[in-house]
């Protein structure tokens, strides 16, 4: 498997967010500056500017970045003809994502702050959430347009199939608690929810 490889700009690109991650799920975003994240990153504060105009616009990267990295874009839901495996391998991606230490972090920041600093709820959940309810929705539109499944209400069906891949890890782990008796059958709950949700919906 060849690996790509970076140009420089590309490579302070991604050091950038990877420091910006760091101390976003570390500190938090009121707490985090511009300045420490150039000095962790290890570039000018100017360098960071120049490839993300604000703190704002560094944070959605930041989340977007995590989804990428996970493989949660658009290339995954590319093949309306094949809903199962398609939709079995987002299953599978979006759980690693949900259930990952930083997106647990960075929510539970977001809802801890979301009184005094509700634009950081309203940033995480456009980067994050809203942006893979559109990209499914969109996919399960498409399913429906070849006939085997009907998604009549697309968003809506694409909120219950995240919600159920949430299952009781990722509300234990918003809790702080442990779910390593939970992990062995992780794999198999994620796909029996991507079999039980395509079996709703199939056209009979």
């Known amino acids: 498997m060849n690996v790509p490889v970076l140009n420089r700009s590309e490579q302070k690109r991604s050091q950038i967010l990877q420091a910006a991650k760091e101390l976003f799920c570390e500190q938090g975003f009121p707490n985090t500056s511009m300045d420490e994240v150039?000095?962790?990153?290890?570039?000018?504060?100017?360098?960071?500017?120049?490839?993300?105009?604000?703190k704002d616009d560094l944070f959605v990267a930041s989340i977007e970045s995590k989804c990428l990295v996970h493989g949660v874009n658009q290339d995954l839901l590319s093949d309306p003809s094949s809903p199962e495996a398609s939709l079995a391998l987002f299953a599978k991606h979006f759980g690693e994502v949900i259930t990952s230490p930083e997106a647990v972090t960075v929510f539970k920041a977001c809802v801890s702050q979301s009184d005094t600093h509700p634009e950081i709820s309203e940033l995480f959940y456009n980067a994050g959430p809203k942006h893979i309810l559109g990209l499914l929705a969109d996919?399960?539109?498409?399913?429906?347009?070849?006939?085997?499944?009907?998604?009549?209400?697309?968003?809506?069906?694409?909120?219950?199939?995240?919600?159920?891949?949430?299952?009781?890890?990722?509300?234990?782990?918003?809790?702080?608690?442990?779910?390593?008796?939970?992990?062995?059958?992780?794999?198999?709950?994620?796909?029996?929810?991507?079999?039980?949700?395509?079996?709703?919906y199939k056209v009979s």
């Open 38 to 54: 150039a000095k962790l990153a290890g570039v000018s504060k100017q360098t960071v500017y120049s490839h993300f105009g604000c």
């Open 139 to 200: 996919y399960l539109s498409k399913v429906s347009a070849m006939g085997k499944y009907e998604f009549k209400q697309p968003h809506h069906c694409a909120v219950r199939l995240c919600l159920m891949v949430f299952g009781e890890v990722r509300m234990r782990l918003d809790l702080g608690l442990n779910v390593d008796d939970l992990q062995y059958e992780r794999d198999a709950y994620v796909q029996d929810t991507v079999e039980m949700f395509l079996k709703a």
